[in-house]
């Protein structure tokens, strides 16, 4: 176990290494007491209090076809949980036909009518959020088919049911503006919309029109092809993404918020719009400062870990108000703007976006690499001390709960970073272990290589290997075990799946420069 003597030692030579050439950011306390990984967790905490549902047996029937496209053409307006449309849902069945279409929808909404393939089928089967449709034409094997889904209804709200609010709608005093916008992590896009909630589905592409009255403008997912003017003071706002996309992080966000955009300069000539949708002028006054840093936390992060993967589309921000920051693809939700939380975010366009947890026992695969995305930032763009200083931080919410009012510390040596049960979304986005434990590993993984060619050159290759998919733990272990060269099974069944931390006595003794430590007697190693 000398290994993890070894770990907290490096911490500190890795801390001096960095740079401090580039113009340095101070970092305020908000950086640095982990608000960023706060108001990532508690968005979703806010918003999911219900469990994952689905049943086994429903769940089989959903993984009878391939999700490819989905195309939603819904009306929404900026002071309403109200929505009506229709969902199109291309997909390819799989190996036998398929004669039940099963997908999820809240059972607040009402279906109208199901047509696939043209065809108006049968009254669906519902139970809870399950939807189950026989086919009037079974679709034969490994064949493409089309599913359009017209429903209406106001989406469930939360303060009056045991449900979050997936789609929701508030008053923002601060800029006297009311705002709709969606928030479906990590299982609750079928509130707002009919869809396959598995994470291991991507959708190819999408399309998201939104139809709302003037001057609201609507934020989505990749790029805004037109704005259709309509009768009776309506526009209706086309966007259209091609990059493949799971489904919690398909979004809208529905406002008259006013445009302001910037751009990102990557290698190539690459010249990468980030939208930003603010409340207003008075939003952006307050805001433009650390709106302004995005650019160069792109630069950084394509940099280091390869390019942003959704530079043929864009970046962007929507406001709304949920307590922190959602990384919708390509276009985050945030209700304000400090250097970690954007930085969160943004780094989740890699981790959580392009590459997502396959399953959400995985979730540090998106919010321990996010976490440590604010870190990267803070030593490419404050100071040493400053990501050291965050690194301590985040050691120290590891080893402690702290109460946020008396600032007693609490020893909290339990837990692993591996979430054990899946339906519990507290422990899922639980902030000590998925997102600063998360964070911890990766810097150790960092420390385990040695060497920071190979540490990101593993990250730049979990990404290309399984960009616009999903990846387990054990993928990201296969990709470190290629730079290591050698097993790092124990590191994972120590880091990942086990729980606790060590604590070793030293004898040390420093004579000027030169610091002489004493390694404890240890038990042998794991293999
Ligand atoms: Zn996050």
Known sequence: MTRFLLFWVC???????????????????????????????????????????????????????????????????????????????????????????????????????????GRRTPAPRREAGDVSVTLPQAVAANSLFDAVIYYHGTAPNGSSAAIGNALDTRYVPRYDVNVTWSLSEPFHAYEWW?????????????????????????????????????????????????????????????????????????????????????????????NKTEIDRTPAFMENFSALVGPYPFASEKYGHSMAPIGGGMEHQTMTTQDGFNFTLTAHELFHQWFGNNVTCASWEDIWLNEGFASYGEYLSLQALATPEAARLW????????????????????DTPGGSVRVPDTTSVGRIFDQRLSYKKGAAVVHMLRYLLHDDVKFFRALRTFQTTYAGRTARTTDLQRVFEAEAGRSLGGFFEQWYAGEGYPIFSVRWNQVGAICCCKPPKLPPCPP
């Open 11 to 117: 911490l500190l030579v890795m801390g001096h290494k960095a740079s401090a050439q580039r113009p340095a950011y101070r970092p305020v306390a908000a950086d640095l007491h982990g608000s960023a990984a706060r108001g990532c967790a508690e968005t979703r905490l806010r918003t999911s209090v219900r469990q994952e549902l689905t049943t086994p047996a429903h769940r089989r029937l959903m993984d009878r076809y391939d999700v490819k496209y989905y195309k939603l053409d819904l009306a929404l307006e900026n002071n309403t949980r109200a929505v009506a449309g229709s969902v199109r849902l291309r997909a390819r069945s799989g190996g036998q036909i398929l004669d039940v279409l099963a997908f999820e929808l809240h059972p607040a909404l009402l279906l109208d009518s199901v047509l696939v393939n």
């Open 194 to 286: 009919p869809c396959k909630q598995v994470l291991t589905d991507k959708a190819d592409s999408t399309d998201v029109w939104i139809t709302t009255k003037n001057p609201n403008k609507v934020g989505s997912n990749g790029v805004l092809t037109r704005v259709v003017p309509l009768p009776d003071n309506r526009s209706r706002y086309e966007w259209k993404s091609r990059h493949p996309i799971a489904y919690y992080l398909v979004s809208v966000a529905v406002g008259p918020y006013l445009e302001y955009v910037n751009f990102a300069n990557l290698p190539g000539g690459v010249r990468v719009p980030i939208v930003n949708y603010v409340y207003n002028q008075t939003a952006l006054s307050d």
């Open 391 to 410: 690194l301590d931080q985040a050691h120290e919410q590891v080893q402690f709960r702290i109460d946020r009012i008396t600032g007693n510390r609490t």
